[in-house]
């Protein structure tokens, strides 16, 4: 609408009144270039919407003169003509001898004067120099994207030029008819007083014109001399034209005159309400002027404009980064931004989510800044509302993704910016990850972080995360234009967990299963072993912790009696103060489930990252493999460098410590069943046959031999 309004007028004859007035100012244009404008687009010109508009004579009188001009060359004629000379082009030799026989002039041989020669020489350059290069942006076989284009007169004006010249050769004859003869006897009478009036009546009539078209080509090259004088220049000419409000406020904006900026960018806006850049403008333009909320509220509206979307994207994120490093412990900004980015202006649902999530940790902590006890415990439901209103947001958006709800004309809209996302994204799955993590966020806001309701939320979550794992390495999020490996918000709930308390088996074991999810085979592989051995031998520490309590017997001091005592189902709070007890103590620790840890139930559990990681390693050639390429070894065996047979063999002593770890905790849970129940108990004799299968594996592997006397020795026994 704002480059050709033609195509949106209401009717059709207001598109062909309003075009026949269009070719008029264009041959207006090459007659008198009195009013030239970078830029003539909605409403420079106002469409022609009634037969009674005066200017309706400017078309009407250029299409008579086309119209004299095609008459006036007899086309009938014309076109007889062109076919005798196809005719005697093709007619052979009778066709040559009749030519032959014809001494007469070309002229009077094919019936023509010399005036009907003049206006077919005329017609030819009115088609093919003036009208033809023109012609196909004339919006009359189509509509083109602009209304005035004086880019489009550079050919016309060479065929204007030759027409201009032809009409002052016939208005001021010289005396020469084109004939030799003419010429001859002219030549006395152009030396006489006669040819020199002719002369000067020709110099009187040129020379103006020369002078007025040299003085516009001077002055035009001077406002092209800059944008700012190209700009003002165009105001003069089309101050009813939107776009030339706009870049006129732009040029003002630069200049920091940022009322005359917003003057005109609203200007622009009034003269076409569906121009939607001026939005952009206006924001930022408030912007400069300390008006924030306004120049928010603005730029969001930018959002639904795709030629502006890409800047006012950017300029909120700016915004809102401000706003964060103001105020680092405030969510405010972070919700807000992660609502336009889940908005269907924007759909960047993945961004949105982790943006949210970010704000409803904040929610989360803000209760435990409170002065009194009442204020938090206010302060815990107004948080607990907001981490709702956070997850609202990201299901949501994320829903909206799944329905392809998308802001028409929006940048999303005219982009493969979905379809990448569809193709990356599993929303359903997001959403599962999201509303898990939530019921964490609240406890934390009811309790505390460090409180054991928070922990067995936190519990619950990793429960629920066994049976979604693409919560944690990503597998559900789509982050467009990311440079290495995102920090998901899985990972930084543990990482904020385990800084809490290092010696918890649970976190210790999700953390390795979230690494070995993120890189099974490079060196988050190694970090990942770690952590499954550390869970592994905190669980067994605890069993034989739980278990001695369990058991009684032996020296116990006040912190040992109070564990007991918490094993055994008794009351007491823990620890006294000042113990150095961690969070992780035994009469912290529970199951996932929720329910107490016993010294079996430990023991069990013993064993589980240590199968998970001795899992991860896979079979012997594979396991090989896969070290020695990503150890970028280098090509040989062993003498040759050792690289890929380092890598090997590093890879083997990982898995027969593994191996040996885990038989060890299997042959310790028969021990203590043994001991509680009886050897014969069909939960015993399972246990049994679970460590003789281990055993028997380790001692299958010749590579393992050190660790399967280690574990002998370990034993005190020299064969098992």
Not at 145 to 172: D, K, N, V
Not at 488 to 506: G, I, N, R
């Amino acid at each position: 609408m704002v480059e050709n309004p033609i195509p949106f007028a209401d009717s059709l004859a207001t598109r062909v009144r309003t075009t026949a007035l269009l070719h008029a100012r264009y041959m207006g244009l090459l007659l008198a270039p009195l009013q030239l404008s970078a830029d003539w687009s909605f409403a420079c010109i106002p469409l022609v919407e009634s037969w009674r508009d005066p200017r309706n004579l400017a078309g009407l009188a250029l299409y008579l003169w086309l119209a004299w001009c095609g008459l006036s060359a007899r086309p009938v004629s014309l076109v007889r003509g062109v076919a005798a000379m196809v005719s005697d082009a093709f007619g052979g030799a009778s066709g040559a001898a009749a030519q032959a026989q014809q001494p007469e002039d070309a002229v009077a041989r094919n019936g023509l004067t010399p005036a009907t020669a003049a206006a077919r020489w005329r017609l030819f350059v009115v088609a093919g120099l003036l009208v033809g290069p023109y012609f196909p942006a004339s919006n009359v076989l189509f509509y083109v994207g602009t209304f005035i284009g004086e880019r489009l007169l550079y050919m016309p004006s060479l065929g204007y030029c030759l027409l201009l010249a032809h009409l002052l050769g016939t208005a001021l004859p010289l005396g020469y008819d084109g004939s030799k003869d003419a010429a001859s006897t002219a030549a006395p009478a152009r030396r006489g007083a006669g040819g020199r009036g002719r002369l000067l009546l020709l110099a009187l009539v040129v020379a103006p014109l020369l002078a007025f078209y040299g003085a516009r080509t001077w002055l035009r090259n001077e406002d092209w001399r800059d944008e700012e004088r190209l700009f003002v220049s165009a105001l003069a000419v089309c101050p009813n034209s939107a776009k030339v409000q706009l870049n006129s406020g732009i040029l003002m904006r630069r200049h920091q005159r940022f009322g005359d900026a917003l003057a005109h960018f609203r200007r622009a806006m009034e003269i076409e309400p569906g121009y939607c850049e001026p939005d952009y403008w206006i924001g930022i333009t408030l912007m400069n002027q300390g008006k924030v909320e306004a120049g928010v509220a603005k730029l969001k509206r930018a959002l639904s404009c795709k030629y502006v979307a890409a800047e006012a994207i950017k300029a909120l994120n700016q915004v809102y980064a401000m706003m964060l490093s103001a105020q680092p412990g405030a969510p405010g900004p972070l919700m807000e931004w992660g609502r336009i980015l889940a908005s269907p202006a924007v759909v960047r649902p993945s961004e949105a989510c982790s943006t949210l999530e970010d704000a409803a940790v904040l929610f989360s902590a803000m209760p435990s800044q409170s002065a009194t006890k009442k204020r938090a415990k206010g302060a815990a439901v107004d948080a607990a509302a907001m981490i709702d209103a956070c997850v609202k947001t990201c299901v949501e958006g994320l829903s909206n993704f799944t329905a392809g709800v998308v802001q028409p004309n929006s940048l999303p809209a005219t982009t493969e910016h979905l379809d990448v996302m569809r193709r990356t994204l599993d929303a359903p799955l997001l959403a599962r990850c999201v509303e898990a993590r939530a019921d964490v966020y609240k406890a934390i806001a009811r309790s505390g972080v460090a409180s054991r309701a928070a922990r067995r939320a936190v519990y619950r979550y990793i429960k629920q995360v066994q049976g979604m794992p693409g919560c944690r390495n990503g597998a559900a999020l789509s982050f467009e234009g990311h440079e290495g490996e995102p920090t998901l918000t899985h990972q930084k709930l543990l990482h904020k967990y385990q800084s809490l308390d290092p010696e918890d088996p649970w976190l210790q074991w999700e953390w390795g299963e979230t690494l070995l999810a993120i890189d099974r085979r490079g060196r988050r592989a190694r970090e990942a072993a770690l952590h499954l051995e550390v869970a592994a031998a905190i669980l067994g520490r605890l069993h034989g912790r739980i278990a001695a309590l369990e058991g009684g017997g032996g020296v116990e001091d006040e912190e040992d009696a109070a564990l007991r005592l918490r094993a055994r189902g008794g009351g007491g709070a823990g620890p006294p103060p000042g113990s150095g007890a961690s969070l992780s103590s035994a009469w912290k620790i529970e199951g996932l489930d929720g329910g107490k840890l016993g010294a079996e139930a430990a023991i069990v559990a013993a064993t589980g990252p240590l199968q998970r990681l001795l899992d991860s390693l896979g079979a012997d050639d594979d396991a090989e493999a896969r070290v020695g390429r990503g150890s970028g070894g280098g090509g040989g065996r062993r003498g040759g460098g050792g690289g890929e047979d380092d890598a090997a063999q590093t890879l083997r002593v990982l898995r027969c410590n593994t191996m040996m770890r885990l038989c060890h905790m299997q042959l310790q849970r028969v021990v203590y069943m043994q001991r509680e129940g009886g050897p014969g108990k069909p939960a015993v004799l399972t246990a049994k046959a679970a460590a003789r299968r281990c055993l028997a594996k380790m001692q299958a592997d010749r590579s393992c031999e050190a660790q399967v006397a280690e574990l002998a020795k370990l034993l005190g026994q020299a064969e098992f």
